[in-house]
């Protein structure tokens, strides 16, 4: 299994940017697919998570700037986001997992990305 993430980058405060998780090699079931990111010297934190089969979206405190989509024909899922802050500057990581959408710890995750930095900066 392998969750490859892309779109990441430098963006001026206030831009956009879509990331991008494609998904590979897994079985066939519903999963949880979460973004999550971690900047520099502090934890995890939980951004959103959609369940695969229905497309519920589960959004944390970014609702509103960001926004979580799925595609299964190219099991690919999304996050936009808009509005970009400086604080926003993280490595964003996808991962998957059958049961956990909201996890402490990116070990919980069954299957997890290598990350895409996000730097927001003038």
């Known amino acids: 299994v392998q969750l490859v993430e892309s779109g990441g980058g430098l963006v001026q405060p206030g831009g956009s940017l879509r990331l991008s998780c494609t998904a590979s090699?897994?079985?066939?079931?519903?999963?949880?697919m979460t973004w999550v990111r971690q900047a520099p010297g502090k934890g995890l934190e939980w951004v959103s998570s959609?369940?695969?089969?229905?497309?519920?979206t589960y959004d944390g405190e970014l609702k509103g700037r960001f926004t979580i989509s799925y595609d299964n024909s190219v099991n690919t899922v999304y996050l936009q986001m808009n509005s970009l802050k400086p604080e926003d500057t993280a490595v964003y990581y996808c991962?998957?997992?059958?049961?956990?959408?909201?996890?402490?710890?990116?070990?919980?995750?069954?299957?997890r990305g290598q990350g895409t930095q996000v730097t927001v900066s003038s």
């Open positions: 991962a998957a997992d059958r049961l956990i959408a909201r996890a402490r710890s990116l070990q919980e995750y069954t299957y």
């Open positions: 090699g897994l079985p066939r079931s519903s999963f949880y």
């Open positions: 959609i369940y695969t089969n229905g497309g519920r």
